[in-house]
């Protein structure tokens, strides 16, 4: 795409929210898994849920937070001298966070010569991430791809979300959501007036055990469910596949039984399995946190092929995704 072209579009963009703020904590411009073709995939802060598998905890509180890389530090104190809570300091010689008395200001990352403490969560505009999706718009576009906001959990930052939503849709993007489905139904509505493709959790058909893993009860969120398979947009539900937790025959059962019986089906698309990985285990201890999980491992390809066959007795498309997609 011409430059000409790429200043045109933006003087095209309706700024009327350009000064709307959201925090986001990351930005992957080639994202695969999310969506058609190659997406760039904005993560927003904050969740209401606390899953114990999360591998992004970094988004899960909606203020900025601070994260120590200890591989990186090179022991100058440089940390210590600027935090204004004396939350630093040397122990045996390795730097020590005490995490609970830190208010991540952020004034330590900025102070870090070698870039071993890193602030998760800035604020940005909506012009301003108009910004990078220009950079990468003839990226997304000759891919077949387009935008996935994702978190955390977006409709905690709703009003944002739906503007940036819509500008992406003037530009004629493909534009996807990903949910966890715990908000307000005028929250969810929002951001699905600009959404062409809805990845929707659902975790467990069990609402005490589903409150005991993540914090918060199902009802909400199949009753959500239910009312996005209404809209007019393309429906995905993912399933983490939990072992010890959800990945039991009569959990998937009652999904299967849910969708079919529960759902205008009229768009929904499949099911999506995504299996447990450790892959964001080491973010807990960067973030002065304990990983419930270290002992649990990933469902087998055996467990996995079960579980498939389970859903796709229903007559349900099912995919096994994620990181390691496996057909």
């Not at 996005?228 to 999904?255: A, G, Q, W």
Request: with cysteine; proline share 4%.
């Amino acid at each position: 795409m011409l430059v000409s072209e790429v200043v045109s579009q933006r003087n095209a963009l309706d700024f009327s929210q350009k000064d709307l703020e959201g925090v986001i904590f990351d930005i992957d411009r080639y994202a695969i898994h999310d969506g058609p073709g190659i997406r760039l995939l904005v993560f927003m802060k904050g969740c209401p849920l606390r899953c114990s598998w999360c591998c992004n905890p970094e988004g899960q509180n909606f203020s900025p937070e601070v994260a120590y890389f200890p591989a990186k530090c090179i022991g100058c104190g440089a940390c210590i001298e600027v935090c204004p809570e004396k939350a630093l300091r040397f122990q045996e010689g390795k730097l020590v966070t005490n995490w609970r008395i830190c208010r991540h200001c952020g004034r330590c990352v900025d102070r870090c010569y070698a870039d071993a403490r890193k602030l998760f969560g800035r604020t940005i505009t909506v012009s301003a991430l108009m910004e990078e999706v220009f950079k990468s718009i003839a990226f997304l576009t000759n891919s077949g791809g387009g935008i996935t906001v994702g978190g955390g959990e977006l409709t905690g930052q709703a009003t944002f979300v739906s503007n940036f939503l819509r500008s992406c849709k003037k530009e004629g993007l493909h534009t996807a959501i990903e949910t966890c489905g715990y908000c307000t139904w005028g929250a969810l509505s929002k951001v699905l007036e600009y959404a062409d493709l809805v990845f929707y959790d659902v975790k467990h058909m069990n609402s005490k055990k589903h409150k005991t893993a993540t914090g918060v009860p199902n009802r909400r969120i199949l009753e959500n469910l239910k009312k996005v398979s209404t809209r007019p947009v393309d429906l995905v539900v993912r399933v983490p596949v939990i072992p010890e937790f959800n990945d039991d025959e009569e959990n998937l059962s009652l999904m299967a039984e849910f969708i079919v019986s529960q759902l205008n089906l009229s768009r929904f698309q499949m099911v999506e399995l995504l299996p447990y990985h450790k892959l964001g285990a080491f973010k807990y201890e960067r973030l002065g946190r304990v990983y419930d999980l270290k002992s649990l491992e990933p469902p087998s390809d055996g467990k996995l092929h079960i579980l498939r066959k389970i859903i796709e007795s229903y007559n349900i498309v099912c995919h096994v995704g994620g990181l390691n997609a496996r057909s």
